[in-house]
Every structure is written in C-alpha cells, then in structure tokens.
C-alpha cells in the first residue's frame, strides 16, 4: 500500500519528465472521493514553487444553486456528473494558463466553512506546471477534457476509499454534515454518478499514469 508522500513522489517525478522541453502543460489528477487526489496536489505545492495548483472543490457551485439544481432534476447523478461545478470559470482559467494573455487572475472560490464564496482568490499564471485535482476530470463527454496535456488516475479499494471520504467531509462539512442514509444527503446520487462514469467511459485507460494506492 502506497501513503500520500510515495504517491506525491512518483506524481513529481512524472511532472518533470513530462515538462522536459515545454513551455507549460496542464495535469489533472482523477479518482474517486478518498483516493488522496487532494493530500497529493497539497503536498506537490509545496515542493514546487513552479506548480500552480487548482482544486474542482473550490469551483463549486453555491449550495442554493445546487439545492435547486437537484430538486428540479429528473436524474440527480446527472446533476453530479455534468452541473456540480462553475466549470466556465475553470476553463477560463485553464485557457488563459495555456495562452499566457494574463500574468494573475482572480476567481471566486468556495468556503465550505462558511458555505459561501469567499473574496476571490489570485491565481498566478506564469508558472510553468498547471495542476487540476478533481472528480469526472477525465469524462470523454466533458469539452474540458480536451484541454489537459497530462491525465493521472489514482485507484483505490471502494471500501477504504469510503471510510476516508466519510472523515473527510465531516471534516469539510462540520455540522452540516449528512449521513448518507440521511433524505437531503446527496451521496447516493453521487455514488450512481461515480459508477456510471467508470463503467461507461474506464477513466483510468485514458489516463498517461495510473496509481494504485493499495497495492
């Protein structure tokens, strides 16, 4: 089993090979909730002044947007799937990354403590090594998944990565928090998306790395 400092040291040192001869590339970094996709980009921050690093959390929707979003869906996994993020305001970001138009930009971000947007954030662009962590970033029917140069996948054991995910959003949601067994919890929906996403479109055989944590 591999912990969050070797998988952060083999992601490292596929990132400077990759970026041998380039002026920038875009990584992402896919898995299900709990594979350690966010410990990893934290960790790869700060060994790397040169990395700019994004989480797909901070795109968030706000919570009164998707609260209407999954009462008036038929299918609420295809709110998960296709709606969950402000993905123009991530492509926004990535396209001006790939152009170097801009030196900084600054974006909303979503404080999950507040449960609200917070000032925006600046971003800096002219680092070399663009880093996106995130859910469904490999989705073939997701025009985004066009502008990665680089796609990682991390796979995991479900149960384990259950148990994490559980702790990692009591952490992240307080006392907001809902079990899954809960009316208003949102997990199961999300779950039927997850799975939908892998048996239809195998994320990890589009994938440039793939990372098995448990082994």
């Known amino acids: 089993m591999k912990n969050i400092r ?3 040291q083999i992601v490292h040192k596929e990132i400077k090979r990759w970026i041998r001869g380039q002026k920038k590339i875009i990584v992402v970094i896919d898995g299900y909730t709990g594979s350690g996709k966010t410990s990893v980009a934290k960790r790869l921050a700060r060994l790397n002044p040169d990395y700019l690093v994004l989480h797909l959390d901070d795109f ?23 709606k969950w993020y402000r993905y123009n305001d991530l492509e926004r970001l990535v396209r001006l990354f790939k152009s170097s138009e801009r030196k900084k ?36 029917r997701q025009k985004r998944n066009t502008l990665w140069d680089k796609r990682i996948f991390i796979k995991t054991n479900p149960q384990k990565a259950e148990a994490r995910r559980i702790a990692q959003d009591k952490k992240k949601w307080g006392n907001a928090y809902l079990p899954e067994e809960h009316p208003n919890s949102y997990f199961r929906d999300f779950r039927i998306a997850y799975q939908r996403y892998l048996d239809n479109y195998s994320p990890d055989q589009k994938a440039d790395l793939i990372i098995d944590i448990d082994t």
């Open 60 to 82: 968030i929707k706000h919570w009164k947007t998707r609260k209407s979003m999954m009462e008036k869906a038929k299918d609420r996994s295809k709110v998960f799937e296709y």
């Open 6 to 8: 070797q998988v952060t």
């Open 105 to 140: 930009i600054r974006l909303r971000v979503y404080n999950f403590t507040k449960n609200d947007f917070s000032s925006p954030k600046l971003f800096d662009l002219q680092k070399r090594v663009l880093i996106i962590e995130g859910i469904f970033l490999l989705h073939p």
